[in-house]
């Protein structure tokens, strides 16, 4: 099994920056793509960005220049930093982790899911 624990979330006025983790842990043979997703009320979940092991990162529209993603292969880690939050960006953030691990029998596939941290950008 894999467990994702993800903080970093809160209230923060337009303007200002929030900086969220995620950290995997278990019996984790490799770690391929990390991601953080969002999702507003009423509305779908929606991909924010995703870094592959070798760094490569891609990025929604939306956050491009204001959002920076990254991750600590040593300690199973990702990042989300945001900078110049706006309203719009209100959301519960999701943590998406996809590897290998050991079932104790067998190396399987995984594909996990934070619990969800809130971000509420307000005045």
């Known amino acids: 099994q894999v467990q994702l624990v993800e903080s970093g979330g809160g209230l923060v006025q337009p303007g200002g920056s929030l900086r969220l983790s995620c950290a995997a842990s278990g019996t984790i043979d490799s770690i391929n793509a990390m991601a953080w997703y969002r999702q507003a009320p009423g509305k779908a979940r929606d991909l924010v960005a995703d870094i592959t092991r070798a760094g490569t990162t891609n990025y929604a529209d939306s956050v491009k220049g204001r959002f920076t993603i990254s991750r600590d292969n040593a300690k199973n880690t990702v990042y989300l930093q945001m900078n110049s939050l706006k309203p719009e960006d209100t959301a519960v953030y999701y943590c998406?982790?996809?590897?290998?691990?050991?079932?104790?029998?067998?190396?399987?596939?995984?594909?996990?899911w934070g619990q969800g941290t809130q971000v509420t950008v307000s005045s």
């Open positions: 998406n982790v996809r590897g290998l691990y050991f079932n104790g029998k067998y190396y399987e596939v995984f594909d996990s």
